[in-house]
């Protein structure tokens, strides 16, 4: 079975500066993807970023991007120039990349979680 | 276009008791999940439907279940309710294909006294 590990159950940033969030991963799987989702007090969970296993490069989104290593399992997240508003819980996820057919391949497995605070 | 809706936003519940949860997802979804979130064991995948087929059922008795409806709808109910089933219960749907993202309601919250 897929394992997904977050290390750092809590972190904290200065505005405007830079941090890290780690994340490993178990699977035996060659074709994947992985996720970093937020989740504000509000409760929804908001996809920050997505990477295919198979792209070595890293994805990026404006001030996210990730580091992703694929023979260590290791996926983190850098998010830079934090803001008062990145401050939430952030959960790595994995899925598998088929398992069956259009449908039936959504199942995520989250990580525990890092609760992030960004200091003003 | 509307997020995933989830009514009621908060439950409360006498153990013992069943429940009944609604997911509405977003228009032209066809895929909708269920994941229940704890303070102990995180977030866990409970249920996947597609066209109103259970396509993956994680690791939970068989007092949860669900379906899906012709329009997406999805509901999911937990029957003889017992103190740690206590959560917020989150749907998420997704448009068909193996490179759609999940989107996520804000969940509803139930309190099993």
């Known amino acids: 079975a897929q394992t997904v590990t977050q290390s750092q159950p809590e972190m904290s940033v200065q505005e405007a500066e830079t941090v890290t969030l780690s994340c490993t991963y178990d699977t035996s799987e060659s074709d994947y993807y992985l996720f970093w989702y937020k989740q504000p007090p509000s409760r929804q969970m908001i996809l920050v970023i997505r990477q295919e296993a198979y792209k070595q490069q890293n994805a990026t989104e404006n001030r996210f991007s990730v580091n992703f290593q694929k023979a260590a399992k290791s996926f983190s997240l850098k998010i830079s120039d934090s803001q008062l508003g990145d401050a939430a819980m952030y959960f790595c996820?994995?899925?598998?990349?088929?398992?069956?057919?259009?449908?039936?391949?959504?199942?995520?497995?989250f990580g525990k979680g890092t609760l992030l605070t960004v200091n003003p | 276009k509307a997020g995933v809706t989830q009514t009621p936003r908060y439950l409360i519940k006498t153990r013992g008791q069943q429940v009944t949860l609604s997911c509405s997802p977003i228009s032209g979804h066809r895929s909708v999940s269920w994941y229940q979130q704890t303070p102990g064991q995180g977030l866990q995948f409970l249920f996947e439907?597609?066209?109103?087929?259970?396509?993956n059922k994680g690791n939970f008795p068989g007092r949860f279940s669900g379906r899906q409806f012709s329009n997406s709808r999805s509901e999911m109910n937990v029957s003889t309710l017992e103190l740690g089933d206590s959560a917020l219960y989150l749907c998420?749907?997704?448009?068909?294909?193996?490179?759609?993202?999940?989107?996520f309601g804000n969940g509803t919250r139930l309190t099993v006294t």
């Open positions: 439907y597609f066209s109103e087929t259970q396509r």
């Open positions: 996820a994995y899925r598998r990349a088929n398992s069956g057919g259009i449908g039936s391949n959504y199942k995520l497995t």
């Open positions: 998420a749907s997704s448009f068909k294909g193996f490179n759609s993202p999940l989107h």
